[in-house]
């Protein structure tokens, strides 16, 4: 039963996450508040540990997901589920958007989605905020990470790893 209703979600997480992983993210936190599969803390933990492992993070947090709620077959179920929907969805866009590539009403529903992902991306970045942020200590880090990364622009994997040393060195 459990792996029917994870494959049912995250096949409808997959097939409204336009604009990538962490697209999920809302919706994610939506599972939390239906089901008790996870917490919201737990979440921040599955986000963290995808951000951090290979591969595209939707997926990543599917699979972890899946399987902090079903074990192995929950992690493959809800990965199947997440990237089913992108799959169909290619094939069909690709032969139509071949046909229709000039048409003005797909260009404007293109470019009209956008802003919806942009949305998406913000919300997911607020909720993360909240969880996050909670005392001056973890405001001041998250502050000294964003001038970091905003005038320093490293890679993504010196923050990961600078992080990672600041967090064992202060016990986050």
């Known amino acids: 039963m459990v792996y029917g209703v994870l494959f049912w979600e995250f096949f409808k997480i997959g097939l ?3 604009g990538g992983g962490m697209v999920t993210i809302p919706f994610l936190f939506d599972l939390t ?3 008790d599969w996870f917490s919201a803390e737990e979440l921040t933990n599955m986000i963290a540990v995808s951000q951090s492992t290979p591969g595209p993070v939707g997926v990543n947090m599917a699979t972890y997901a899946g399987f902090q709620t079903a074990g192995i077959g929950g992690g493959i179920i809800a990965t199947l589920g997440l990237v089913l929907p992108s799959v169909i969805i290619v094939i069909m866009v690709s032969k139509l958007l071949s046909h229709y590539k000039d048409n003005l009403w797909i260009k404007e529903i ?7 992902v942009v949305a ?7 909720e993360l905020l909240k969880l996050s942020v909670h005392d001056l200590f973890s405001i001041i880090f998250a502050v000294a990470f964003f001038l970091l ?3 320093l622009k490293k890679s993504p994997i010196f923050y990961i790893i600078l992080s990672a040393v600041l967090g064992v060195l202060f016990k986050l």
């Open 16 to 18: 409204f996450a336009i």
């Open 33 to 35: 508040k239906k089901y």
């Open 110 to 116: 293109m470019s009209s989605i956008r802003p919806a």
């Open 120 to 126: 998406l991306i913000l919300l997911a970045g607020f």
């Open 149 to 151: 990364v905003y005038f």
